[in-house]
């Protein structure tokens, strides 16, 4: 199985994924320990991969643990003595002061349970409003992800390396193209980190004309810019942070051609 075979037909994902049977993975494992350069580029996938999946590890919400109503447990109201008394009038007086003495104490206390039931269901309701939030956004991130993840995946995807200039030696960017969807996805991991005042930015060079292919976030290493049909390059410079219209090109770090 030569290395042209393997990378046309994306076997090295399949095998990162454990799609392959035992005498595929036995032939791409050979074919690894007989090619440096098809090591090298499997290396970077692996990374790729471990990168997503580490970057949208996610963290569930609490789970709510009290209960929503508590078990009502009457009040014990210890009995009023009333001393019999030969007046029967004094009798029946003392069984209706007892008997208004315990209506009141259960109104309060009814009216206290009243009002934590409520303060509950309004913490229930707050929690659900969160929940819900939270779910729409691991939603939204999940979509992302599911891009990105096809992107890197499908077989007519190039990989290009975009090493670091005299400016930043030690950056390196990674980029996958794919001109047939029309994708570019990066990782930037290996960027060295900006001040809040400059951002990264991203172009791509047309017949010596530079077009914007989006500003490169700080906050994720594997993320999608522009594609832009026709490019003859990748090109990434420092600009002002949120972007600028025109590259600064005396500030340009990397660049690739591509084929």
Do not use: C
């Not at 042209?4 to 074919?31: D, F, P, S, V, W």
């Not at 996938?45 to 963290?59: H, P, R, S, V, Y």
């Not at 599911?146 to 390396?161: G, K």
């Amino acid at each position: 199985m030569d290395k042209k075979t393997i990378l046309e037909n994306g076997l090295l994902e399949q095998y990162l994924l454990g799609e392959l049977n035992a005498k595929e993975r036995e032939q791409i494992e050979q074919a690894l320990a007989s090619d440096t350069e098809l090591k090298v580029h499997f290396d970077q996938l692996e990374q790729d991969f471990e990168t997503l999946g580490l970057e949208n590890a996610i963290t569930p919400p609490p789970f709510i643990k009290s209960q929503l109503l508590k078990n009502i447990k009457p009040s014990s109201v210890a009995p009023k003595v009333v001393e019999m008394q030969p007046n029967k009038t004094k009798f029946y007086f003392g069984i209706a002061a007892s008997i208004a003495a315990f209506l009141l104490v259960s109104s309060f206390w009814l009216y206290n349970e009243l009002n934590t039931t409520k303060q509950q269901l309004q913490t229930v309701e707050t929690n659900n409003t969160e929940l819900n939030s939270t779910i729409e956004s691991l939603n939204q991130k999940l979509n992302a992800n599911q891009y990105l993840y096809a992107a890197i995946v499908h077989p007519d995807t190039e990989q290009y390396i975009l090493k670091g200039n005299a400016l930043m030696p030690e950056g390196k960017v990674v980029s996958y193209v794919n001109h047939s969807t029309k994708s570019v996805v990066i990782n930037t991991e290996r960027l060295p980190q900006l001040d809040a005042e400059h951002d990264y930015q991203m172009w791509a060079d047309i017949e010596g004309e530079m077009i914007n292919m989006g500003v490169i976030s700080k906050d994720t290493n594997l993320m999608a810019m522009n594609y832009i049909d026709h490019a003859e390059s990748l090109n990434i410079t420092i600009e002002p942070a949120g972007g600028n219209d025109h590259p600064t090109v005396e500030r340009l770090v990397t660049n690739v051609y591509l084929k």
